[in-house]
Structure formats: structure tokens, C-alpha cells
């Protein structure tokens, strides 16, 4: 059975601090929120034949790594320290408009190309295990000749499929460049888009059930709030697609030739999740529809009932108003049985009419 996560509450589709006007673009800022107290580096270093994983302490220690015929991946998890982040840039000779892309954890997805190394920025969705919760975080990308670095908002990511992928010698993850390594950690990210996008749709595929069968406040409740998750993961989608399809197109020296292959395989995958979110956002609006109409063709129903009775005792009402008069000499006083005469008449009208609406289907 799947766990279905809850996604986040959506307060605002956008965030800029009243701090961060007026700053800089090549500012060091950390612009986001702080969601880990402590910086963590760790390294993968890697060849066809030798393969070191550690943690380190210093930025200063990636620098052994910086001139080496191996792959080496960087993971940095926390965002907030402003001087461990300079010290990358000093590092790895980065222009500081890269770190300061990075620090923006509101940017939209996007690939830049600089002059010794590329830059690939993505919301990363990822489901956690214990709230059950969906977690949107930025992540960072940064590509130079022979080293990775990935930049996340805070520990714990989807990427250790990638990491036993590397552990287990797999071929052509431990034949690949750092290229290679950025395509499989983006198409983590994009199977983790179609994954969390599946997840709510099956509980909208569900709802249109109930749907069907009582319609009700809760059911219009839940398709509202679905709504609402929708476009919460639409807003990481769509640009990332975008961004996906620009990749595709890079002419960057750093992406060879048979990389690009790949990314293409990106698109199919990232174009996959945005219809799937469009075709599911269509449906709840027919579900929104359908609710509506059901509603209203209860209510119809429910009138023509009582329309249908009431005009049934106009007739009624009307002779009883009769013989409810105070006259003094009315004719049928003295028949014997103008009481039964008066009941009589009455059920005839109420079943002739009865019977009229029925051969009418008004009913």
C-alpha cells in the first residue's frame, strides 16, 4: 500500500524579502531559509578502478581532488554559511555570481554557462519518510572539468540510488565524467517528480468515485485542496522543464557529445510529469464541474418532487375551500353522501394528475 504524502500548505507562490532589494546580484547573501544548523561536505572520488567516500572537514580538503583524472562529487547539505561558500569560490576559481546563485534558494530553474564551469539549478521534491510529507528544496549544480558540486538546503536526499550505483562498480556511471554524474542526479530529481505527481493522482482518481457516489461538502473540500497541492507541484514542474529542454540545447564544453543523448531522454521524462500535472489539474476541474452538477440535478429532482405534490393539492385545496364555505343553502347539504362524493372527487384529481405527470416523465 502506498503512502500518500501531504504536501505542504501554500501560503504564497513567491517570497522576496524587503532585505534583498537593492542587493548586488554578485552579493554572497544567503537568501532563504536556514534548515540545518550544520554544513555538511562530503566526497565521492571515483575511477573505473579505485572509489574513496568520506567526510570532510574544510572546504580546503575538496582542493586535493581539484587537479585529479578522477570524478569527484562534492555534496554540501546547508546553505546558511556564507564563508564556507566563499571559500568554494575561491577553491575552484568560481565567479561569485555562481555562489550567489546558489545562496538563492527562490531562484527559478535555470543552466548557466560560465567561463570554467556550468551551473544548473532545480527544485528537488522528495518525500519524507516519517511525516510522510513532500519536501521542496533547492539544489544546486555545479560542473567543472572533473569535479561535481551539489549544493542542498539540508540533509538527506534522493540521490543514494546514484551513491549504490557507484559502490556497486556499475559500468557506466563508473566509466562516465562529471557530465554523466550531473545527468544521473537530474534524473533522480525528474523520477521523483513523476513519482510524488502519481501519488496525488491516485487520490484524485479515488476521490472521483466517491464523487459519484456522495457527493458532498467534504468531497468539494478535499477537490479544492487538491487543487491547491496541484499547483504547488505545477510550480516546480513547468520551470523545470524549461530548464531541462535549455540543457538539452547547452553547447558547453563540459557536456560531451554522448551526454547529450541523455538529456534528451530528460525531456521525454520531465515532459511526462507536466502533462500528467495538466491532465490531472483538467480533471479535477470536470470533478469540480461533475460535483456541481450532480448538486444541481439533486436539487432539480428535489423541486420537481415538490412541485409535483404541490400542485397536486391546489386542486384539492381548492374543493375543500368549497365545502369549507358558510353558506346557507348549498345543494349538497342535503345528499346523504356528499362527504364520501367530496373524497371521491378529490383521489380521482389527485390520481388523474398523478398519472398525467407520469405519462408526461416529469417524474
Known amino acids: 500500500m502506498i503512502h500518500l504524502p501531504t504536501l505542504p500548505k501554500i501560503t504564497r507562490f513567491i517570497h522576496k524579502s524587503k532585505h534583498d532589494i537593492g542587493l548586488a546580484p554578485d552579493e554572497l547573501v544567503f537568501r532563504g531559509q536556514k534548515k540545518t544548523d550544520e554544513v555538511v561536505i562530503r566526497v565521492i572520488d571515483f575511477d573505473t578502478e579505485t572509489l574513496l567516500e568520506e567526510k570532510l572537514i574544510t572546504v580546503e580538503d575538496v582542493r586535493q581532488f581539484k587537479n585529479d583524472n578522477t570524478v569527484t562529487w562534492v555534496n554540501v547539505d546547508g546553505l546558511h554559511n556564507t564563508e564556507i561558500m566563499k571559500d568554494f569560490t575561491s577553491v575552484f576559481d568560481l565567479d561569485t555570481l555562481v555562489m550567489a546563485e546558489v545562496l538563492n534558494t527562490e531562484a527559478r530553474p535555470r543552466v548557466v554557462e560560465y567561463d570554467n564551469c556550468d551551473l544548473i539549478s532545480i527544485k528537488m521534491l522528495r518525500v519524507d519518510d516519517t511525516t510522510g510529507k513532500t519536501i521542496v528544496e533547492n539544489l544546486s549544480l555545479v560542473l567543472t572539468d572533473n569535479v561535481l558540486i551539489s549544493f542542498q538546503e539540508q540533509k538527506g536526499d534522493v540521490f543514494e540510488p546514484v551513491r549504490e550505483r557507484i559502490r556497486m562498480q556499475k559500468k557506466r ?159 349538497e347539504l342535503s345528499y346523504k353522501y356528499s362527504y364520501f362524493v367530496m373524497w371521491g372527487v378529490m383521489v380521482v384529481v389527485a390520481i388523474g394528475m398523478l398519472l398525467f405527470f407520469r405519462r408526461k416523465k416529469w417524474f
Do not use: C
Open 173 to 331: 556511471i563508473r566509466n562516465g565524467k562529471v557530465d554523466y554524474l550531473a545527468f544521473a542526479l537530474l534524473d533522480i530529481v525528474v523520477d521523483n517528480y513523476l513519482y510524488v505527481i502519481s501519488v496525488l493522482g491516485e487520490k484524485i482518481e479515488t476521490l472521483e468515485e466517491n464523487l459519484l457516489i456522495n457527493p458532498n461538502q467534504k468531497v468539494i473540500n478535499e477537490i479544492n485542496n487538491y487543487k491547491r497541492e496541484l499547483n504547488f507541484l505545477r510550480k516546480s514542474v513547468k520551470p523545470a522543464k524549461e530548464m531541462i529542454f535549455s540543457l538539452a540545447k547547452t553547447d558547453s564544453d563540459l557536456i560531451t557529445a554522448g551526454v547529450y543523448v541523455h538529456f534528451k531522454e530528460l525531456e521525454d521524462n520531465i515532459s511526462q510529469a507536466n502533462d500528467a500535472a495538466d491532465d490531472y489539474r483538467e480533471i479535477l476541474s470536470d470533478q469540480l464541474n461533475i460535483y456541481h452538477t450532480t448538486i444541481s440535478s439533486k436539487l432539480n429532482d428535489i423541486m420537481k418532487f415538490l412541485t409535483v405534490f404541490s400542485v397536486i393539492f391546489i386542486p384539492l385545496t381548492f374543493i375543500a375551500g368549497i365545502y369549507g364555505t358558510n353558506f346557507e343553502y348549498v345543494p
